[in-house]
């Protein structure tokens, strides 16, 4: 695992800008596992500025995202479909047709979850997969369990991560309590993985992940056994880490 510094949040969004970008141009058809939230923000703001600076190309790249609710419409405001919309994919020249995001409107969690898990294995897996960390210590929707889990599935989330996303809902009762998640196994098949994380609310998970046990306690310490993981995180975020 290699650890990147950045000052704070620009200064991280900067830096794994640069890390996607150079996939990108060293592989122009390559596929990249996404994440939504609020951290990978300002890294789709800079990709977004590099493509319309003429620097960056999109139109061979696929993309397979991590995670939607159960049960919100792909048009849906809530949706990770509509925030990948705004966030990225309507500002640059990516094929809709090539960008994936798990089925939340299909009521059918086992037919969702493995049509998805049957995608992303047919195209070879992510050769980058971007991540945030929640606070719990989860990636994608894997939260903290006995176990680690394998491929895409569906999960209840639980109370710290409904009340963590429900800043972006108008009240915490509207967020989903299930959605559909790539597993851990899926996850650790990318053949590089990027985590970012900003902020002091990310210090203890952040540590745990680099630094902890591998347990499925935090699920996102299982990175440590990942052979091409790079960490890049802002001060704040680095607070309890040596
Ligand atoms: C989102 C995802 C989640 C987030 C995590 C951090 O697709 O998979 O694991 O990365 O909850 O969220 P933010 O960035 O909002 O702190």
Not at 60 to 80: A, F, K, P, W
Not at 85 to 96: G, P, Q, S, T, W
Not at 210 to 227: E, W
Request: proline share 5%; aromatic share 8%; glycine share 6%.
């Amino acid at each position: 695992m290699k650890i990147l510094r950045a000052k704070d949040y620009a200064d991280m969004s900067r830096k794994a800008a640069n890390i996607i970008s150079a996939q990108i141009i060293l592989r122009p058809d390559c596929v990249l596992g996404l994440a939504t939230g609020s951290t990978p923000v300002g890294t789709y703001q800079q990709l977004i500025e590099w493509y319309q600076k003429g620097d960056l190309d999109f139109a061979q790249v696929s993309t397979y995202n991590l995670d939607e609710y159960r049960g919100l419409s792909h048009d849906d405001s809530q949706s990770y479909h509509h925030f990948m919309r705004e966030n990225l994919f309507d500002h640059v020249n990516i094929d809709a047709a090539h960008t994936h995001v798990p089925d939340g409107s299909n009521p059918d969690a086992d037919a969702a979850c493995s049509a998805y898990d049957q995608a992303v294995a047919a195209v070879g897996y992510p050769d980058l997969q971007l991540l945030g960390i929640g606070n719990n210590g989860h990636i994608g929707f894997n939260e903290p369990d006995d176990h680690f889990s394998k491929g895409t599935h569906c999960v209840d989330l639980t109370e710290s991560t409904i009340q963590a996303n429900s800043r972006l809902f108008a009240h915490a009762d509207d967020v989903p309590r299930q959605a559909y998640t790539m597993g851990t196994q899926t996850i650790m098949a990318a053949r590089q993985i990027l985590v970012i994380a900003s902020g002091k609310k990310k210090a203890q998970a952040v540590y745990d992940m680099c630094y902890g046990p591998v347990t499925p306690a935090c699920p996102a310490s299982i990175l440590q056994l990942h052979t091409n993981c790079v960490v890049v995180a802002d001060e704040a975020a680095l607070t309890m880490c040596p």
